[in-house]
């Protein structure tokens, strides 16, 4: 019993193994290499020497940083509920498989083909007090009188990326989470219905348990993906007004590429990963808790 | 056979009570058709203003429908530099190899952990799933550096390889979920025919598997076709180039000018193999993506 | 002799010898241009393509990916033979010694002499020089002669002052909700400092630190065109869209008739004539306060070669090709871009549209500013400039940004 225990671990771990040597290579030593530049003043340019932990008490100091990550964090916490919410309504409404649904369900997922820098500057253009479709349409529709400038004031612009990102990606959790909810043993649903329980209940007390996992999954990586954003902040917004929507990659890539500072970008990148790493362990941990196995 | 996929009339419990159309399902189907046309409305209007003239494009105001048709933004984004088809080949064999790669890593990787007991296996779990945790911007110039000193720099292998670890821990995840649905007596029985864990991962797992496999091929394709920085820090040469730099320079003028019609036609021409795409392996997918959500 | 058959024969020497030297096999040159400079670049290279049995190729890089593209291809010792850039970056790259020395072969060259002095400073570092003007672009203020005459205004006649503009502008608003007097891209650092900046020299001012112990934008310009943009925003001469303009509106408003007066480039005649060619438009030098105060950015693309190309004599010669008469005129002037060397400006095809012979007079009474991390001085979406022009114009404090941005720029360039 112990050896084939013995052999049945080996072999899980000689499974996992090729995936796991490759992600070393190809990610973690460049990471530790990122660490060894984080304690160096090295320039885009060239030539740095060591400055030790300088970069990281600069980081302390950098107030322009906890801005940008705390706009990323408020970011965060606003359109991952909306993303899962709509993406799991969505799987509600096309769940089945229908003509209708089905077509319906194809193109809620369209966005998610286009890539992000394509999309951002789509939305730009509607968005567009001159140019923009959005804006003639609002007034066309009387919902407002005047054309806005979206990208002026950081509530406003927050909104502007906002939806265009939630145009972008609610089709994937969708998509997920029709898949998850298709899974369902019919059995379990077909007995709610005789023992005369209503749709709603059924969602409740059914579907959305029994699909659990996949929805705190989902959100982990929607969570992590807008702690990340760059793209459509860089080009929809530039950071402004008066910096006040620079997320923290961004304000990663002004210092690396933009001011040459490689050495203090590669900090910045330490710590905005060490941060997203924590919120990670936060997140499996809550949901290892109570998991439906 | 086929325990992995339910059929899905099944689902239609969760959907509607009954059978005959109440005003409820009428209601559902408006629904449908008003968030069909929410999310499609971008896409129709960038259609539209990508058969404007490039004027048109940009005329202040705006208008719904052009003024005239045009086909020279098309024209623009075909014959950019290298050519279109130039790109696009680019694209799809980064496209290609990054798939190829994708399976061969995630899928051993989703059955060591969906079906194998070992200590540190949730920690390798977590591992795998670092490379989604890096601000992956940050680490392209070191990467790069590395693969220069291997050789590997300018090479669309290269860039596959990137793209790939970019992809894996999804694919993981998928390949993990969907091993998992697998039940036991299925595994057990191959066991007692004398099957080795990898003659059961061939024989029984994987043709299980297979929407899963479809999956991650699909997402793998998708992501690497869009992927910008690393395509353009990795390649040095116009021939080389993927789609997406093309896109990005061929709708860039003076001072950050854009050019709103070549804008539109590139976002259509760069959509439509990623649709093709989701389109034909649409039967496979929804059923690959058995999460495992529910056991 | 003259210059031109001189430098011909110059051109046909060094042709020769590096035709006797390449005679056993063709080779192919790579170079790097920036997105936005492709189409210029391209006239040029075509020319040399036709006429040389070495061929260049041209890799299109997008423009904010340059710096880095060249910082790491030079890391990993991968550069192209050449390699084309918006020309504020020479000061960094020649410090961190990416560019291989022309100075040998460009003073020996006759017609670098007559390079635009502009061109020459940007390029020059430590006595030695490290490129030449490529693609040139000079900023000008353009004016839309239809709106002008419907305001009553004489539509030959250019606002000349900071005043006139200011004016002007106040009549063609009048001319109904839909046309507005004035036009910036409001939060486009390139765009301002391209067709702002020179406003402000031409009324004195000067503009960035080269070093810590520099002063910064010194002057009254500075304040006196801030305080005209404000007064434009806060009378409504300026549509609202303009405050959220990253750059990609630039001359979009400008081209749909919407815009009397505004600044831009040299590439709007091409644009224009190919995008709105009923358009009546004026072109002349931006103005300062007084009457005859005129300047312009001189801005566009140098030509250098990274240090690491593996064709460096073939650069050279086509570096040296570039500035003969025959490249700057067949290549350049007859695709409406303006010639490096200001006395070719009288050529049979800008004889044929005196939009272009204005416009390259204007590289005559530009500027171009010399300094370290322009980028993050000036071109960055966190930069001193763009906060500066965006709280004076936008939050109205005009003092306070123009003292928060001295501080700033000095700042960086103390670094």
Redo the contacts between chains.
Sequence with gaps: MGGV?AR?????????A???L??VL??????G??VA?SLSNQ?????GHFVGFDNYVKIWNDS?FWRALGFTLKYTLWLTPILMGLGYA?A??????SP?????R?????????????SS??????F??????LN?ALVDLHVIDA?I????TADL?FWAVSISVT?KVV?FGM??F?????????EI??AA?IDGAG?WS??WRI?LP??????L?TTL?SV??SL?A?DQFYIMT??????QT?T??YW???N?????K?GY??AL?VV??AV??AL??LQ?ALSQRGKA? | MSVATIPAQDSAAVARPARRLSPTAYLVGAICVAVAALMAAPLALSLLASIKTTADASAVPPHYLPQALSAESYWKVVNFQAGLATYVGNSALVAGITIVACLLLAAPAGYGLARFAFRGKEIAFLLLLAPIMIPYQALLTPLYLDFAKLGLANSHFGLALVHTVLQLPFSIYLMRSAFEAVPREIEEAAAMDGCSSWQSLLRVFLPLAFPGLVTVGLFAFINSWNEFLGALIFMNHETDFTVPIMIVSVRTGNHGAVDWGALQASVVISILPCLAVYLLLQRYYISGLLAGAVK | MTTKSLGGALALTLLASTAFATAASADTLSMWVRASGTNAATNLVNLWNASHPDKIELTTIPDNQMVTKLATGVQAKDVPDLVSFDLIYMPDFMKAGFLTDLTAELKANPNYASVAKAYQDIATYDGKIYGAGFTPDVSILVWNKDLFKKAGLDPEKGPTTLGEIHEDAKKIRALGADTYGFYFSGSCPGCNIFTGSPLMVAAGSKMLPANGKDDALTGDGVKAVLEAYKAMWDEGLVPKSAQADNGQDFVSLFKSGKIGIQGAGGFVIADFKKDVPTMNFGITFLPGVKEGQTSAFVGGDVVAVPVGSKHVDLAKAFINWELTDDAQIEGLAKNNILPSRPSLADNKYFKAEPKLVTTAKALGVGYVPWVFHFNDMVNSDSSPWINMLQRAVFDGDVDGAIKEAREKMKAIAAE
């Design positions: 225990q049945r671990r080996a072999q899980g771990w000689l499974y996992i090729p995936a796991l490759f992600v190809v990610v973690v030593v460049p990471f290499q990122l530049l320039s885009l340019l060239g030539g322009a969505l509600l409404l096309t769940v089945d498989n209708l649904k089905k077509a319906t194809t193109i809620a997922f369209l966005p998610v083909v286009i890539g992000l820098g394509s500057l789509l939305w730009i253009w509607l567009d007090e001159q140019v923009g479709l003639k054309p400038v979206w990208f002026v612009a145009w089709g998509v997920l029709v898949a998850g909810i298709q899974s369902i043993n019919p649903l077909e219905v749709y059924r969602v579907v029994l699909t659990r996992r996949v929805v999954l990586i992590i993906g990340l760059l530039s950071g402004a007004p008066r910096g620079f923290a990659v990663i890539y002004q690396s590429f933009v001011a040459f490689l970008g590669a990148s905005l990963t997203i790493m990670s362990a499996i196995e």
